[in-house]
């Protein structure tokens, strides 16, 4: 038994027994592993207030795995887990993951072997397998929570207290309520992964790469059912094993090593394509079929579909209604009518764009050195996302603050001649101009998300540059020292992205995050 004692009184205890076994038999090769595991984990918290956080987090799990290969040809891999968790009900607490894999490599084989010198290896593998969650962010799922209402001295209001009728603050009464209503039937999110693999190494490991296609459906995954209208009376919707979401994508990396004369190269690279969907999702009823978040990426952006600005009173009088979120007026973001009813409104929101999480990451970078000199170079980037952008620092004039005052925010503004004569500037009365008519404090038909406002976060970064040079050894052992380098490095020099206003990397909306630092070192680094 082991203790380990963390920050704040935390203290977490654990159990690991192990037994494993291996043996080879001429070009057999057979191993076997089987482990047992318990852990305890405890925290300090409030208990007149967080009792069920106080409980110490359990878990309990036998974990085995089988490994065979004959010649280091073919392999075979079985392992499982049977793992058990506190946080559920009895009779949901165990979850079964089994997992296998299997590979073939090609380059073993005599044909191979003994015609293709060059080719060290060439394995094809595919496994398949389920992994279980129970990290539900809530403790004791299955059991309810009842709260009393307690007086908010501070702001002068009860609160916890609940509503009885139809109407929505009239008949408030105080007393206690159910605060969450028992969810017993909750167990493990499981996860069903497939990968389909290559492995290559070529000419004496000068050239490596990996590639990957990988599935995975996760299914069960816990969330808070939406479907119950509020009539039936619940103050806190239960919550379920009801969501499925789909991930499937292909990752891979490779390397090149090659010397000419006295000089080294090596070039590496990587890159990761990933798309999701939801599969399944408790939703409440919606009128149109666009307006689920089934059949689209997880967290995808939804919004109105910009046209561009109004051009003049009679465009405003020829479009659809548009005055839900107040009276336009000549610059102001005209919205598409997507349902066809003759109305701008909540119906017309539809997926834009992507997600804020880039589906593709990528990076490529090279090294070289010569007589003593050495030269690292690294990019990065990724694409396949929008984000939207909004706050004080594009709505100019809002949150009572200044905020600040973003290049173009001016100069590209839509302006009316009769406004621009007055401020002395010139007038901008393009209807596709980047910024719409500039108000003071809310507007809310120009502050929609919508397609006006999203961003393409594509980007390429040189990331890293490294110039150093090393003293050669006859010079630095009259020193006395063992290696002397001297360099220059630099992070960040350089960003390509049509979005010019601060880190596309961050797809932050409001751009009030510290901006991205270069820097430029200079140094000099002694072994003795």
Known sequence: MFQDSGSGGDRREFLDLLLSWDRGFKDHHLGATVRYTQDSKKQTVNIGTDIKNGVARRNQGLAGRVTYNWNYRYFFDFNFGYTGSENFATGHQYGFFPAFSAAWNIAEEPII??????????????????????????????????????????????????NWGTAAYSNYYKGIHYSQVASPYITWEVATKDDLGIDLSLFNDKFSA????????????????????????????????????????????FSLKEKIGNVDMTIRGNMTYSKNEVLDRDEENKVYPYQYERGYRVDQEKGLIALGLFKDYDDIRNSPKQTEWGVVQPGDIKYKDVNGDGVINDGDRVAIGATRRPNLVYGIGASVAWNGFDFNVHFQGAGKSTFPIYGKCVFAFRENDWGN?????????????????????????????????????????????????????????????????????????????????IFVAGSNLITWSSFKLWDPESTQPRGEEYPLTKSITMGLTVNL
């Open 113 to 162: 072997k003994n015609n293709l010198k060059w080719m060290n290896m060439f394995k094809v593998r595919y496994s398949h397998g389920k992994v279980g969650n129970d990290n539900m962010n809530d403790r004791f799922p299955y059991l309810y929570t009842i709260q009393d209402w307690y007086r908010d001295g501070d702001n002068n209001r009860d609160l916890a207290g609940y």
């Open 210 to 253: 990996t590639i990957d296609y990988f599935y995975e459906k996760r299914t069960g995954i816990y969330m808070t059912r939406q479907f119950l209208p509020l009539i039936t009376g619940l103050e806190s919707q239960p919550r379920a094993n009801v969501g499925a979401v789909r991930s499937r994508g292909f990752d891979g990396h």
């Open 405 to 485: 005052i973003m290049k173009g925010m001016l100069e590209d503004r839509w302006v009316d001649s009769e406004t621009a004569e007055k401020l002395g500037i010139q007038a901008n009365e393009n209807p596709n101009a980047p910024y719409p008519r500039l108000t003071y404090g809310v507007n809310g038909n120009n502050e929609q998300g919508s397609t006006f406002w999203l961003r393409n976060g594509r980007y390429v970064r040189l990331k890293n540059v490294d110039i150093g040079y090393t003293l050669p050894k006859n010079i630095t052992n009259k020193l006395h020292f063992n290696n002397i380098r």
